[in-house]
């Protein structure tokens, strides 16, 4: 791992998502096939509007686990609007990936005012790798929509650059065995989902 | 930006405001309508200082677009009492105690008002989850939750029993309780003068660069930026400490930190100062970051500070033996050794730094030397920050006025003055305006001063009962790119550890190292938590290998009262055999210890702090507090005090102390603290030694005060003034 310049992520979404699973995840991973790693949450405010958010940093050696803005090469957002609101974290060209899933902030719920639309497309026209997934829908068809930030991070195993067994081990050591085999599941329709649209991608850059 | 008209309904009264869409409701509030009682902690939807009703339901207005309210049924602090008469909960709030700095309050208390609007009877676990998007550093949320409970269980009996709700506190818990459960307590951020400007500080990206060049022009040049300023301009070096004098108000020739200050603008508004700041450019050659104690200690790479004494990045070693170590060690029967390490922690305060600066000029063109400077300065030190100020902006003190506004906490962090102050202040000579700057949080955490990362090494040597025959600790203290207070860090952690017990012998030796990270410095019980923490799970190792339960080992090694420890600390009055032995009662220790379920543990620790230090840290020949009381021509008394209440209480403990001696009641007594102008001087409010120091100096006043008044009383009675006693006054 000497001089390894690994990966700066940023796990966002709102309350109840699983924002902070995943970032705890990663973070083992990274450290499982032999990076440091460091990681910081915030997480107060969920309930009153509020995102929750967690900065994972790991390379041959990390200092501090914030990512500066624009220094981030792979955003995960759990909710479309926690995307948006975290893009500029990400630096020119890097991953967004993108949950398929609106949730209205809190402190509008009962307001006339209509979810942004196309926030995939604009996020692209920034110039950013922007990947739509609809991982709540995925989780439901496996049996439980709570899933979802397992398919995203699925989603983003290979582009992370951390061994699949390191991505394996620590799912398997930190999830209790009733609910494994469904994240298993999950992970690896991430994988294959992420692997079909790069793919689909790199056809429509050929031509 | 193009602004729009609005409606909003506050506190049942309508307001038409043109607002900018970008703004927040937090913003708006304060700044448009000057509701100040909604507090920024964070500005990032974190801390819930902002919190507001909205319809009934709490919403952070910081994370609120002004716009998307309107129309709704809004609700702050100032709306919640009926006139004069508080809200229930805020006269819960002063009857518990459920408040100290004051700060996060508003928001607390109208989140547990919500609370109980949605339920006549909420368990303490519904409380709990209610109030868990605000943040309190002061209270420990205990009495926070007793507060709301009392209101909740008052309402249950009303429904069910129609009983009797009154409430009255005639001894208030703090004298400044209903300002803070009102929001009308005036923290300095809540301050807008005329004309004001709001200033930025742009801070280095690099954790170790030169500074090649800085152009400002862009900035200047953008409308609304009335003033910018760079490091050459005040190039005096300060430090707290006489031995540290190693940082000037921005960055000269160096930046030493991620954070370090470079350049700061003045400007119309807070989104144009923030604009400017991004549009200086600065040159930079990068130098390799020194990061580590073991890279600081090498002699190989780069030099932080170029003129410190020592050839690596030490910045203070210390060594000290106290009796005869060697004999101490030969005597024992059992030597143990251990490394331990410390985290580095920060202070985080609800309030963020701030200062507010308002220059006066004098006639004289040639100099600004004659104008006038008043800073106010959510500071624990206005003392320590009216010399410095006055000596780095060369100014004489005498035109220099500090006053400390409600402090919302520091636990620390507020101890010296930082780059705001002496930037707001030069800024406000530079455009002949007010200037306030306040920083965000993330500023806050990179100013830091906070506890030092601690290496350290320990080893003891004891009898087999336990009994301490010599001790010998080694720490090696991160201490980030300035020295700050690192000078006494050094000597604290070797000197604090020995406080609790009976030390033969001890011998100690500290490192304090420059690294390329934010300053370390003083954060609550400076210096002893670290060498607590590592010698009092050495001790608990000390006892396993003995078989002593760690009580016991505890109480045989305890300091007596009214004596000296092997280093010279004063111990005078001491509870520590009886505190122990009650909490040994109280935990049911005896029973528990090593008997509870896996998972499940009691443990035990003790420790001591000093009182302030014996020395002050300028030889000024000055006292380290004073006071003045008198009576004012109302009849009343008047107080006169240095000591800076900064949500501890002071001002209420030193208002106690006048109420008892002079047989007084508290609602007579008028206190005016820490201001520069008008109050005797007082070190600051730091290392536990404002009760001590200050309150020792009003009851010396007030007893001087009470003799007088005998005097004259007794002269009017024809009675012999040691007949007299003072009483409900």
Redesign the interface.
Known sequence: MANDPGKNLLFAGVGGQGVLLVAELAARAAIHAGFDAKKTE?H??A?????VVSHVRFASKV?SPLT?AGEVDILVALEKLEGLRWASFVRPSGLIILNEEERV????T??P?EYPRQIDTFLIGKGFQTVLINATEIATSLGNYRAANIVLLGAIADAAGIPMDSWMAVIRQHLPPKILELNINAFENGIELKRRTHAAASHLTDH | MQRRLISLIINGQHHQLAVEPQWTLAQVLREQLRLTGTKIGCD?????AC?VL??GK???SC??LAG??EGDDMKTIEGLADGRHLHPLQESFLEHGALQCGYCTPGMILAASSALDQSNSLSAETIREQL??N?CRCTGYQKIIAATQAVSDRNEQQTSRSGNAAVSATEPFRIDGVEQVTGTATFTDDLMLPRMLYGKILRS?HPHARILSIDTSKAEQLTGVLAVMTGPELPTKHGILPSSQDETALSIDKVRYVGDPVAAVAALDELTAEKAIQLIEVRYELLPPI?TIEDALRTDLPKIHQEANYENNVAKHVELEFGDVAKGFAEAEYVREDEFFYSANTHAMMEPHCAVASFEPSANKESYRDGHLTLWSATQTPHYVHRTVARVLEIPSSHVRVIKPHVGGGFGGKSEPLALEFCAAWLSIKAGRPVKITYTREEVFSSHRGRHATKMWVKTGVKKNGAITAIQYKAWLEGGAYGSYGVVTSYYTGQLLTMPYKVPCYKFESHRLYTNKPPAGPKRGHGAPQPRFAFEVHLDRIAEALGIDPVDIRLRNLVEPNSLTVNALRITSCGIRECIGKVVEASGWREKRGKLPRGRGIGIAASAYISGAAKEIYWLGLPHSAGVVTINRGGGVTVFTGASDIGQGSSTAIARIVAETLGIHIHNIRIYEADTDLTPVDLGSYSSRVTFMAGNAILDAARVLREKLFAAAAEKLGAPAQSLTAKDG
């Open positions: 915030v107060g405010a309930q009153r509007g509020g995102s200092y500066p902030p809190a402190q509008l009962d307001k005012v | 990032t939807g974190d801390c819930g919190t909205v319809n709490p919403v952070l994370l609120t998307t309210v868990s998007g943040l990206p990061l």
